[in-house]
């Protein structure tokens, strides 16, 4: 099935780093939404976007909505290391349920 | 329950078993998924139930695939005559109805490993 391109596909970075990732579709979406997964957890949602050009914020985490609709961007700033793990992007359109997952960015924070 | 509650959590079964997953979506959620993570990759949408609606089964890879909703509320995954490459975890999700605009709650998977 069709997957989103997120880069980097992993970083390693060091405590107190600032951090960004993007995703890339080539079709558009309605509605874009970032989450995170712990080893052996199901993913949790940390941030949703519903508008071209939205940027939206939940504590140290920013996100946005590409104009274009076909990409989106995550900044974490000052890392701490319950960062750590793995972060997906998905997109969705109107009248269809299903999300279109990245392939994920794995995040390593070294101390 | 509060959350998503999947089982079991590990599964390992040898080439040509068939098994069973079981999802307890949220209570009250109307709207099911199942999706597949295979090592180091994205999730793969595999079904979709909302409701009393015809489930999506556009995701199945295989007619080794399927899936039921009993009561609205439990939902079972079916993998016959395994292969070794039905190794992955199977998430579940759950939402309220048209709910994937605020995105869905996912149980923490069965991690199936086949021999």
């Known amino acids: 099935g069709q997957q989103l391109n997120q880069s980097p596909q992993s970083m390693f970075i060091q405590e107190g780093e600032d951090v960004s990732m993007n995703c890339t579709s080539s079709s558009i979406f309605n509605t874009w939404l970032w989450y995170k997964q712990e080893p052996g957890e199901g993913p949790v949602l940390l941030i949703a976007l519903y508008k071209a050009g939205e940027l939206t914020s939940n504590g140290r985490l920013t996100a946005q909505f590409g104009i274009t609709r076909k990409d989106s961007f995550l900044n974490i700033s000052a890392s701490i290391p319950s960062d750590v793990g793995i972060y997906f992007c998905a997109g969705k359109n109107f009248g269809n349920e299903k999300l279109t997952f990245g392939t994920g960015t794995r995040l390593t924070i070294i101390p | 329950g509060a959350g998503v509650s999947q089982s079991p959590s590990n599964k390992v079964t040898e080439k040509g078993k068939d098994v069973e997953l079981r999802c307890d979506p949220i209570s009250g959620h109307t709207a099911l998924y199942w999706y597949r993570q295979s090592l180091g990759q994205g999730l793969e949408f595999l079904i979709y139930f909302q409701g009393n609606s015809a489930p999506d089964k556009s995701g199945l890879p295989s007619d080794r695939f399927s899936a039921e909703r009993t009561g609205g509320s439990v939902s079972t995954l079916t993998i016959q005559r395994t292969q070794q490459e039905d190794s992955a975890v199977y998430l579940c999700?759950?939402?309220?109805?048209?709910?994937?605009?605020?995105?869905?709650?996912f149980g923490s998977g069965t991690r199936l490993t086949v021999v």
């Open positions: 999700a759950s939402s309220p109805p048209w709910g994937g605009d605020y995105g869905y709650t």
